[in-house]
């Protein structure tokens, strides 16, 4: 089955800086790979996604980057700010549905 | 709309006793997919509908669980007879036109089997 791995697992930036978040998956099935925010004791909640044939997409302060051929791909924050502060969660999934979400980043945004 | 309702928002339980976990799903999506969170396993899909119908039940740790969609409404996840370890978060999503697509969560059931 697919394999998800996140990293880091903990993150700590100052306001303003850039935050990274990588994961690499292992199916090449997988053609959809979003990204979920989860505050504390929220639900998950999209913020953006990308399928396999982009391979960079942009919204504002954030962007995902894919590389296929490596099967990984990364969320970019910049500009952050004390609300980035989460757990953010990657996810690869199929065509056929099939989920499957990294251990997820504790993102601390420090003012 | 609303989005995804579910119900109870929290549950206390004591073990060998049945739960019931509800989800309204939002009005129009034809995907239904059920997540438990924890601390040791994170997010995993339990089994999803489509169209109410089961499509993938892998996910469904043992057989003291089942999820049942009697309408585009409505489903429910049960477990029956509950153990300490279902403590967890319960999640339901849904999603409209395919299933890899943006899954929109509900609330989530926190379980607690004692």
């Known amino acids: 089955g697919e394999n998800v791995e996140q990293h880091p697992s903990t993150l700590s930036v100052q306001e303003g800086d850039s935050a990274v978040i990588k994961c690499t998956y292992s199916d090449s099935a997988s053609n959809y790979f979003p990204w979920y925010k989860q505050e504390l004791g929220k639900r998950p909640q999209l913020i953006i996604d990308?399928?396999?044939?982009?391979g960079e997409k942009k919204d504002q302060r954030i962007a995902v980057t894919l590389n296929k051929t490596a099967k990984h791909f990364s969320l970019h924050i910049t500009e952050t700010q004390p609300e980035d502060s989460a757990v953010y969660f990657c996810a690869a999934s199929q065509e056929a549905g099939k989920s499957t979400f990294g251990d997820g980043t504790t993102l601390t945004v420090k003012p | 709309d609303a989005g995804v309702i579910q119900s109870p928002r929290h549950e206390v339980t004591e073990m060998g006793q049945e739960v019931t976990l509800r989800c309204k799903p939002i009005s129009g999506h034809d995907y239904l997919f059920w997540y438990r969170q924890t601390m040791m396993r994170g997010l995993e899909l339990l089994i999803y509908?489509?169209?109410?119908?089961?499509?993938?039940d892998s996910g469904m740790p043992e057989d003291r669980f089942s999820a049942k969609m009697p309408n585009a409404s409505f489903s429910t996840l049960k477990i029956q007879p509950s153990e300490p370890r279902d403590s967890a978060v319960y999640f339901c999503?849904?999603?409209?036109?395919?299933?890899?697509?943006?899954?929109?969560f509900g609330q989530g059931t926190r379980l607690t089997v004692v």
């Open positions: 999503a849904s999603s409209y036109g395919r299933p890899n697509t943006e899954a929109f």
């Open positions: 990308i399928r396999s044939n982009v």
């Open positions: 509908f489509n169209n109410n119908v089961p499509i993938d």
